[in-house]
């Protein structure tokens, strides 16, 4: 397939620059049997079952981006990909020249650290301080937001750039579907009978990158590891053998249980995934996805497009477009059911 098939036309006002006023107050994009129906985040409630599985991604943003100075004096900029141990990183390093390997760059006016090599677009560095990588990030460290957010990280993204759930800390951006719940809605949704599961997949910068490839088949995906638990592959067997459905939140979640269960049955454990999910795909373990609107010519308007049909999710995307829905990591939401065509 031709990338260009996933490119659409979108306002740069429809962009959403900040969240809504508190959690949940969000439209929600109801896709089902070909049939779109507007409705608002609180219905979700009315939208699942009881018996329903949701599965949420547990990980936690951490404060990613820093700023210091080369050995030269030149200006430079760390924006920690992943955090490999107590003291290494991969990271992504704007500078005017690039540091070289053995060379060190002081971060935030006071922690050295030292450049190790490199690998594609990362750096492998290294913290000099005795304190753990991720203390230091939390100390030191500014909350990275998505590129299309034209404005630095300010107290209400501290708090609405993270789940309530949030709790494994290693992403570099939010799995932003979980954003629209707080602690209200998860507590309505148990007390209905909707079962919950957790799931953790720590999210790469890459999400944020369109498939700049002619075709889809040339596209490199990244990779970004995850981790499920057996309580997690239990409660989804228990599911439907009951006849429940499992609810994916967010496509940072259906990605790892889809990657989980790539042998044919899904299993529990830890792992890195470069899956890239294109129409066609037979998904395993998903049968609703709540997710939010994504970039044109993104590997996550694929997937959606993978499991809601190519023609559904067109016509959805225009729809959001013709009645200013708000787009990204801060916006609306959907909800898709599971098209025919995502099971062949």
Excluded at 167 to 175: D, K, N, Y
Excluded at 250 to 258: D, F, K, N, V
Aim: with cysteine; proline share 4%.
């Amino acid at each position: 397939m031709r990338t260009d098939e996933f490119d659409f036309a979108l306002p740069d006002g429809l962009i959403a620059q900040h969240p809504p006023e508190k959690r949940g107050a969000s439209r929600l994009l109801c896709v089902h049997d070909g049939i779109l129906e507007d409705s608002q985040f609180v219905d979700l409630l009315q939208k699942v079952a009881p018996g329903d599985l949701l599965v949420l991604n547990d990980t936690r943003v951490i404060r990613a981006r820093l700023f210091g100075i080369k050995r030269s004096g030149g200006k430079i900029e760390v924006m920690v990909e992943r955090v490999l141990n107590n003291h290494e990183v991969l990271a992504q390093v704007r500078a005017s020249k690039s540091p070289p390997t053995g060379s060190y760059v002081l971060l935030a006016g006071e922690l050295s650290v030292e450049v190790m090599g490199r690998a594609g677009e990362f750096y492998h560095l290294r913290f000099c301080a005795e304190e753990p990588v991720l203390e230091l990030l939390e100390r030191y460290g500014r909350l990275p937001l998505p590129p299309y957010i034209t404005h630095a990280a300010e107290a209400e993204d501290e708090t609405r750039y993270q789940t309530v759930f949030a709790r494994q800390s290693g992403a570099v951006a939010a799995p932003t579907a979980g954003l629209h719940f707080d602690d209200a809605m998860l507590e309505a949704l148990q007390d209905k009978g909707v079962k919950i599961a957790y799931v953790t997949l720590h999210v790469g910068a890459g999400t944020f990158q369109p498939v700049r490839a002619e075709w889809l088949s040339e596209h490199i995906m990244h990779s970004e590891c995850y981790q499920i638990s057996q309580a997690t592959v239990d409660a989804i067997e228990q599911t439907h053998a009951a006849g429940g459905r499992v609810v994916a939140v967010g496509t940072t979640s259906l990605r790892a249980l889809e990657s989980a269960a790539a042998s044919g049955e899904l299993q529990s454990g830890a792992g890195e995934t470069r899956i890239f999910i294109t129409p066609g795909y037979r998904f395993r373990v998903v049968d609703v996805l709540l997710t939010n609107f994504h970039l044109p010519k993104s590997t996550l308007l694929m997937l959606v497009s993978a499991f809601g049909g190519m023609s559904e999710m067109r016509a959805a995307y225009l729809h959001a477009v013709a009645q200013q829905y708000r787009f990204f990591s801060y916006g609306d939401a959907m909800l898709i059911e599971k098209s025919v065509s995502g099971e062949s």
